[in-house]
């Protein structure tokens, strides 16, 4: 039983870090079979690691039609960023600092989408609140596949990335709050650009 279970626990983590890293389109199906084979699992963790998954709101359980990332509409992709906003400013009234760490702002286009989640959690990680952790990591892994996916959309992300971590490092935290405003009023002008060019993706894999 605790050999089942470590096995378990194991193959979340490698699914919910492949998840952070966009490995998995919004709206693809997630085949247990096919995930089994990847991580050289059986079926039986690879379903407990994706029923967890979905417990967390970060795939899909259709039942017998088995599980898919999930495709937001415009209204839900709105929520995820306001929450995602209010979320960031909450951190930085609660004490966020840098603590002197340095970010990596990697070249465009590639690890943009990854270095915004590594700066969103080290944000919420300076907090002394263990449970603003844990939820904005959640949403953050929630966006992680959109990130990935709109990188065509957002062409200047990696300027606007490296403003966010220039300010974060100097512990400018009234700068990093009207940045954090602003990044995510602009991802919320983009919703219905972002939802066309996820749906005709999805579309397309069909």
């Keep these: 039983m605790i050999a089942s279970q470590s096995k378990s626990t194991r193959l979340y983590g490698q699914l919910r870090r492949a998840l952070q890293c966009g490995r998995f389109a919004p709206g693809q199906r997630l085949e247990p079979a096919a995930l089994a084979d990847e991580f050289d699992a059986s079926l039986t963790p690879v379903r407990a690691a994706l029923h967890r998954l979905h417990g967390e709101c970060l795939v899909n359980d259709r039942g017998r039609d088995g599980f898919y990332m999930p495709l937001p509409t415009e209204a839900a992709l709105r929520g995820h960023y306001e929450c995602m906003e209010l ?38 990680r300076r907090t002394p609140l263990r449970d603003l952790q844990h939820i904005v990591q959640l949403a953050n892994d929630r966006l ?53 060019l996820l749906n005709d993706a999805h579309d397309a894999l069909r």
């Design 87 to 124: 979320l960031l400013l909450n951190a930085c009234d609660k004490g966020a600092s840098p603590n002197g760490r340095r970010h990596a702002v990697p070249e465009p286009p590639e690890g943009t989408a990854k270095a915004t989640w590594q700066l969103f959690d080290t944000i919420a």
């Design 144 to 196: 992680a596949p959109i990130r990935m996916a709109k990188k065509a959309i957002v062409r200047d992300a990696h300027a606007e990335l490296a403003e966010l971590v220039s300010v974060w490092e100097r512990a400018d935290i009234a700068r990093l709050k009207s940045a954090l405003r602003a990044y995510h009023a602009r991802r919320r002008q983009l919703v219905p650009a972002i939802v066309e």
